[in-house]
């Protein structure tokens, strides 16, 4: 069964500490893996993608690494901001042989900043 | 640029009656899909559509029905609420094209009582 988990379930750190949020999946056939930030009252939006070649990218304070062989991936914010408080969730594409790709999402990590 | 828009934003029902969600993009995006997002769990997929005048079942589409008259428009409809319906809808469209993201609404928030 295609499946999605993440964790922690929710996180509270310190202003300005760094953290990193956990992703694993059961997916395949694997096409890509998305990190998305949701604020609060908010539609999702998307921070990075990683494909089955590539190991970490980067988006301004935000890294995420893919270990395919493991099926997990990763999501570090260094130097914490206030505005980083969202729901990060993990989603996961599936190739399939229509023309629409399957996407699972994973249920989110919550994380506060807190000053 | 508004991306995507969703109404209403929020929506209270009595079980039983009827309404439709509305969804615009202006992003002339081929795909649009509604979703749930429930409390603890992962955003479900409920339709989708791969292009104007066709829709396809998702996850959950018990209850729901779509319409996708224009390529701008996606309806989401609900033809008789019922309190396992509460949740929040979010609406997304995507290009066909590559890797390329959802494009999320900011969500309409529905409950049936």
């Known amino acids: 069964k295609n499946q999605v988990e993440q964790s922690p379930q929710s996180l509270i750190i310190l202003e300005g500490k760094n953290c990193t949020l956990q992703?694993?999946?059961?997916?395949?056939?694997?096409?890509?893996l998305r990190w998305y930030k949701q604020d609060t009252g908010r539609g999702p939006v998307s921070l990075t993608i990683?494909?089955?070649?590539?190991n970490t990218k980067s988006n301004g304070r935000y890294t995420a690494t893919l270990d395919a062989d493991t099926k997990q991936s990763s999501l570090h914010i260094t130097a914490s901001q206030l505005s980083d408080s969202a729901s990060y969730i993990c989603?996961?594409?599936?190739?399939?042989?229509?023309?629409?790709?399957?996407?699972?999402f994973g249920p989110g990590t919550s994380l506060s900043v807190i000053p | 640029n508004a991306g995507v828009t969703q109404t209403p934003k929020f929506r209270v029902l009595k079980t039983g009656q009827s309404m439709t969600l509305l969804c615009a993009q202006d992003?002339?995006?081929?795909?649009m899909y509604w979703y749930r997002q429930d409390p603890g769990m992962g955003l479900r997929l409920i339709h989708y559509?791969?292009?104007?005048?066709?829709?396809a079942k998702g996850e959950v589409p018990d209850g729901y029905n779509v319409s996708r008259l224009k390529k701008q428009n996606f309806l989401l409809g609900l033809e008789s609420a019922a309190p396992s319906q509460t949740s929040v809808y979010f609406c997304?469209?995507?290009?066909?094209?590559?890797?390329?993201?959802?494009?999320f609404g900011d969500g309409t928030r529905l409950s049936i009582l």
């Open positions: 997304a469209s995507s290009s066909r094209v590559g890797n390329q993201p959802q494009h």
């Open positions: 990683m494909t089955f070649s590539e």
């Open positions: 559509s791969v292009g104007e005048g066709t829709t």
């Open positions: 992003m002339n995006h081929e795909y």
């Open positions: 992703c694993n999946y059961t997916v395949s056939p694997f096409s890509n």
């Open positions: 989603v996961v594409r599936v190739t399939m042989k229509t023309s629409y790709d399957k996407v699972i």
